[in-house]
């Protein structure tokens, strides 16, 4: 029985794992990041993959930070036939990328060269890609780097955002994962180079990056707030406060004005100009200090003060 090391830390993760238990394999151990507090309160939480490891009664470990740890050399110890890795958060070591006959097998929510790095989705979608997929690929020193073992592709939805994608290709990755490692087993798969000249990078978000700039045009503006959905949410500034944007249309009214100016106010929402001569329509909000609401609960309550011509920044 092919033996495991498993390693994965968010929801993306949990079903891949799960897969892995169902179908019979060895799972040593799973490792995943340590808990981290969650929510306003700073309840220390787990996360999904250790969640889903302790209830399939299977060993967790959690290293703050895997280069130069002890739970490295206990890794190595397990001696692993082969490590399978799914939005784990850190760069696996040299020592232990080597260790295992089979290798360290990743599996990449993107399709590679593209999307390089810990943010493949919500870039994918920001950009305004089409399509995305999952990547089999052999892990190596550089990030993400690897040879190609398998892929398969999947559309990106004009309603869809980063939540639905991470779900949807949570299950690509699972059922390709598990198409594809029986071939990696028995050394029957194929591998191929990756073309440098394709490379792009999806480095993990930035907060300038969830910043609204009004100039820019609306398509690209809904772009950035479903790639922003429902973490880490886009934001723009509003009466000297932080107001995020939690989903957004391309709007209707058309205008000559300042980009970031109110244009329009219906009941259920309210558009903005942006850079193009078009606007965008804000459907679901969260002003500064208060809860994430409908448009239409906000034009009813502290919002009933909005006004056409003010300004969003």
Known sequence: MTSIVFMGTPDFSAPILRMLYEEGYDIKAVVT???????????LTPPPVKAEALALG????????????????QIIDLQPDIVITAAFGQIL????????????????????????????IHQAIIDGEKETGVTIMYMAVKLDAGDIISQKAIAIGEQDHTGSMFDK????????????LPSIINGSNTRTVQDESQVTFASNISREQER?????????LYNQVRGLHPWPVAYTTFEEGNFKIWWAQVGKTKHNVTPGTVVAIEKEYFEIATGNGESLAIYDLQPAG?????????????????????QFK
């Open 212 to 220: 609204i700039d009004w100039t820019n045009d609306a398509s690209t």
């Open 93 to 120: 070591p040299k020592e232990l990328l080597d260790a295992p006959p089979l290798g360290c097998i990743n599996v990449h929510a993107s399709l590679l060269p593209k999307y390089r790095g810990g943010a493949p």
């Open 290 to 310: 208060k809860k994430r609401m409908t448009a239409e609960e906000y034009l009813r309550g502290t919002g009933s003060k909005l006004q056409i011509g003010d």
């Open 169 to 180: 290709l949570s299950v690509v990755g699972r059922e390709l994962l598990k198409e594809t």
């Open 58 to 73: 299977l060993p967790v470990i959690q290293p703050e930070k895997l280069r130069g740890s002890e739970e490295l050399q």
């Open 33 to 43: 990041q340590p808990d981290r507090p969650v929510g306003r309160k700073r309840v």
